[in-house]
Each structure stands twice: as C-alpha cells, then as structure tokens.
C-alpha cells in the first residue's frame, strides 16, 4: 500500500503543534516558522546578531512561489526573497521581514 | 598620558560621535562582542597595524603609520547600499575636518573602503569598511607625546 506523503505532511503542519496560519496568495497556508538569532558576518569586525525568519511548508501549497511574494505570519509582513525545495515535498522559504 | 596611538583611536571616536549624526552616537571603540539588532545602524572604530622607522639619522625620532579601521553598519529592506553610502559621507568629511587629529598626527587619509553585503537574516545587512592611514611622529624615549 502507498504511503501518502503529502497526506502526512498535511498532518504534520497543524497549527495545534508546531506549524503557524500564514496567510499567501489570497489564502491561508501552514507551515512551521522558525525565527531564531543568528551571528550574520557581513564583513566587519565582529558580527551582528539579527534573526533569521523561515518558513517550512509543503511544496504543494507554494505551486507558483516567486522572488517579493508576500506573506504574513503571526500579524508580521514579510517577502519571500529565497526557497529551497528538498525534494520530497518540503520547502523552506527565506523571508525578509517588511 | 597614554600611548599617542590611543589618543589618536580616541580622537576619531569622539569626532565621529559628534559628527555622524546618521548612527546617533553608537560609535563603538574596539568592540569584540556582536553588535545587536537594536543597535543598528553603527559605527565601530579601531587601530591596527602600524609601520613604523626611524626618522632620520641623528635624531631618536620615530615616524609611524597607522591603520585605523572604521566600520559602518546598517540594516535596511530596499536602501541598505544607498544608507551605508550616506554614512561614509559623514565619516569622510568629519575625519577631513579634523585632518591633523587634533595635532596628533601630520595626516590622516582614506587610503581604502571595502563594501560588504549579506541577505542571511531578516533584513539585508551592508557593511562599508573605511581604512585611515594616520602618519604621526614620537620620540623613541616618550611614546605619549605626539611631534
């Protein structure tokens, strides 16, 4: 019997656990959002510590992601500025805070 | 009295917390320890290398050249590279106009600047790094008084 995946994932993202509403694309998707700090070495003497807003999603739900799309998380704005694919069906997408 | 290569690192945080308004006053000296997010944009000035030689036969005099880095920080969605521009105005006028470090030394000159980007975090972060070559002369036997 197969082992449906997507169907799995769908489980895993639910908001009574990990995973956040955001809102994308005239809808609501979910996925868990991490927003830890990190040391960013820019160049300088010593580096600067900034937090790191990604989001895990299913690949699914992000179809016809791009380069400045919007999504808020948590009543924050943000702007995709990257993602990877894993290719099992996970995304992580880099987001920029507005 | 303290080593005239201090006097001089103290003279440009003083000058450059006065004068560039576009960090309000967060100019740091020798800072070791990550700058935080609140505390962008800044500043962080210090000394590091310096060549120095004899100044000319018969005489105890030696003539020094002194690196003195400063870095700009900012953090912005859309005008991190146009912000840290404005900031190394500031720098680059206000250090003109202090040319001889208060008489500390006989010139200070930008002899470089490094522009450095990173869109790992939240915000773009852009770092300019502005190198001052600062050529003062001190006696071998009295190295806190400048000449």
Same mark, same amino acid.
């Given at each position: ?23 994308? !694309?005239?809808?609501? #998707?979910?996925? =868990? ?9 820019? %160049?300088?003497? *010593?580096? /600067? ?19 400045? !799309?919007?999504?808020? #998380?948590?009543? =924050? ?9 894993? %290719?099992?069906? *996970?995304? /992580? ?6 | ?147």
């Amino acid at each position: 019997m197969a082992i449906s995946f997507a169907t799995d994932l769908a489980n895993m993202l639910v908001t009574d656990e990990f995973a956040s509403d955001v809102t994308y !694309d005239g809808g609501t #998707i979910k996925g =868990v959002f991490d927003n830890e700090t990190v040391p960013v070495d820019a %160049g300088g003497i *010593v580096p /600067v510590h900034e937090e790191q807003p990604r989001l895990t999603c299913r690949t699914a739900d992000i179809p016809s992601i791009a380069y400045g !799309d919007a999504m808020v #998380i948590n009543s =924050v704005n943000y702007k995709v500025r990257a993602w990877i694919h894993d %290719g099992t069906g *996970v995304t /992580v997408v880099q987001l920029e805070k507005q | 009295m303290a080593h005239v290569r201090k006097s001089i690192r103290d003279r440009f945080i003083s000058t450059l917390t006065s004068n560039v308004t576009l960090v309000s006053s967060r100019v740091y000296g020798t800072r070791v320890y990550p700058i935080t997010d609140a505390s962008l944009p800044a500043i962080t000035v210090y000394t590091g290398s310096e060549a120095s030689s004899r100044y000319n036969m018969g005489v105890t005099d030696i003539t020094r050249e002194l690196s003195v880095e400063v870095d700009c920080y900012v953090k912005a969605t859309d005008t991190f590279d146009d912000d840290v521009d404005a900031i190394c105005v500031q720098v680059e006028e206000a250090i003109a106009g202090d040319f001889t470090i208060n008489s500390l030394a006989k010139g200070a000159t930008l002899i470089g600047t490094e522009m450095n980007f990173s869109g790992d975090a939240e915000q773009p972060v852009g770092i300019a790094k502005l190198t001052f070559n600062v050529r003062y002369v001190t006696s071998m036997t009295d190295v806190e008084t400048a000449k």
